[in-house]
């Protein structure tokens, strides 16, 4: 049978929960119960019987936990078929904002607080931005997704917006149209994005623990035509439902009989040469890498801006 990351978290949870039961989040400990048992007898099911054949068989219940890898695959496709119901006939732009390095250690701990100042800064400076009349000159559009993890599981909060080339302008009641290959300017953005989040942070407690260095930074925004957004959507769609990792990049596992000492192995394309390669972490590294991209109990991780 192929490995699935239910098998791991059973052969190894219950020493991780031994040694961090401190420490883990109710978040983390919920995910883990519902990858180990989805699909099992623990949450129940249906018996069907052929009555020709006299045949047997048993479905059990998934879990239906966003973090787990056997669920939420029809929720991604609902969803991108309803959003390529709402695209307009205008060119699109896909536009990522991503945390510094220096903040992610804060994230990571404090993950409700700082995901969402990500969102509102991000959205934010965007909306500011694009109605100066240099640019768009009105109201525009967002659908925004988190993403917490590179191909490799490592830890690098970052969101992605589709975004319609152009806006709304309420005073004339018209629709100003970006130029086709260019939304707004990035250097400019990127100030405007770390003013305003550390604007917003400074509301919080957390501001004085921020390395007064992180102001001074560049921070990254991208921002790249997509065509008519058909193609960035299902790019965007897996990562609606879908978690770190799947099932099928899954390689081996070697068991020593410690977590400490017992390894697992995945595959994962880089995103530069799209060349495949394979990761070989301690399972106790394994789950904690994973773990660190289960959200909080619930949190929003798509959300609408401007006229959408």
Not at 232 to 257: D, E, F, H, K
């Amino acid at each position: 049978m192929a490995l699935e990351l239910a098998d791991i978290f059973r052969q190894y949870g219950p020493a991780y929960r031994q040694k961090y039961a401190s420490k883990l989040l109710p978040s983390h400990r919920q995910a883990m119960w519902a990858i180990e048992h989805c699909r099992t007898e623990a949450l129940g099911g249906q018996v069907y019987r052929c009555a020709a054949c006299d045949e047997t068989r048993y479905s059990y219940h998934s879990c239906r936990n966003r973090h787990c890898p056997k669920c939420q695959q029809e929720q991604a496709q609902e969803w991108l078929q309803l959003q390529q119901t709402l695209l307009l006939s205008v060119p699109y732009f896909l536009l990522t904002f991503t945390l510094p390095a220096q903040l992610r250690s804060i994230a990571s701990q404090n993950q409700k607080c700082i995901y969402n100042l990500l969102f509102r800064a991000s959205a934010q400076a965007t909306q500011q931005l694009t109605r100066d009349p240099r640019f768009v000159g009105g109201q525009i559009g967002m659908v925004g997704v988190l993403h917490t993890w590179t191909r490799n599981l490592a830890y690098h909060p970052h969101v992605h917006y589709l975004v319609p080339g152009g806006g709304w302008h309420t005073d004339s009641q018209t629709w100003r149209r970006a130029h086709h290959n260019f939304f707004v300017p990035v250097k400019a953005l990127s100030r405007l994005f770390r003013a305003t989040f550390q604007r917003l942070l400074q509301k919080t407690s957390l501001f004085p623990q921020i390395p007064p260095k992180v102001w001074q930074q560049d921070w990254v925004v991208h921002c790249k035509p997509v065509g008519n957004g058909q193609t960035a959507l299902r790019y965007l769609a897996p990562y609606i439902y879908r978690v770190a990792l799947s099932n099928r990049r899954l390689v081996r596992m070697q068991n020593t009989g410690s977590m400490q000492s017992s390894q697992i192995t995945f595959q994962y394309r880089t995103s530069d040469t799209g060349q495949l390669k394979q990761c070989t972490l301690s399972a106790e590294k394994f789950i904690q890498r994973f773990l660190q991209h289960v959200l909080p109990r619930g949190f929003v991780k798509i959300r609408y801006y401007g006229f959408f």
